[in-house]
């Protein structure tokens, strides 16, 4: 029940400009449906939980961001700069798969692979291989480090 309030008020909150409509009302509550149904396993024991929560991996995240991450970002970036000054592109799309165990895991890979410019998770199937499009493909086999540094191995350390 509590799913329904917090995603009700949530809506009215986000869409009030000054007063509420019927539509308004109906549309939160449809949405406060749809969340309390499509979250059954949600408990309040469960979300006062310390699980998950650690602080060696907390500490190892912020380092992964602003290390290997901020580092990449910023190597990605010049890549895409000198593919635009000089015009020559090579695009093309990737198979590979990272070997993550967790969905937590690719997640993290996919936005990791996803936010510097010149790559994007195109996709992510069953088996866990990620599809991969790059801007500049110079080898028809290229490994983890080539397409995104040590992304792969952080996010198998931090989430599996």
């Given at each position: 029940m509590i799913i329904f309030l917090v995603s009700f008020i949530t809506y009215l909150l986000l869409t009030w400009s000054g007063s509420w409509s019927i539509q308004d009302v109906t549309i939160a509550a449809v949405v406060g449906v749809v969340a309390f149904l499509a979250l059954p396993g949600w408990s309040r024991a469960k979300f006062w939980s310390t699980e998950g929560i650690s602080p060696r991996k907390w500490l190892l995240f912020l380092y992964y961001?602003?290390?290997?991450?901020?580092?990449?970002?910023?190597?990605?970036?010049?890549?895409?700069?000198?593919?635009?000054?000089?015009?020559?592109?090579?695009?093309?799309?990737?198979?590979?798969?990272?070997?993550?165990?967790?969905?937590?895991?690719?997640?993290?890979?996919?936005?990791?692979?996803?936010?510097?410019?010149?790559?994007?998770?195109?996709?992510?199937?069953?088996?866990?291989?990620?599809?991969?499009?790059?801007?500049?493909?110079?080898?028809?086999?290229?490994?983890?480090?080539?397409?995104?540094?040590s992304c792969g191995e952080w996010s198998r350390r931090l989430l599996g």
């Open positions: 961001v602003f290390g290997p991450f901020a580092k990449g970002l910023c190597q990605a970036n010049l890549s895409v700069a000198k593919i635009v000054l000089t015009g020559k592109i090579n695009p093309g799309l990737v198979k590979i798969h990272p070997r993550l165990k967790t969905n937590a895991g690719r997640l993290m890979l996919a936005n990791s692979i996803t936010f510097p410019p010149g790559t994007y998770t195109v996709d992510i199937d069953d088996e866990g291989y990620f599809y991969i499009h790059v801007l500049d493909l110079t080898s028809t086999t290229p490994s983890e480090e080539d397409l995104y540094w």
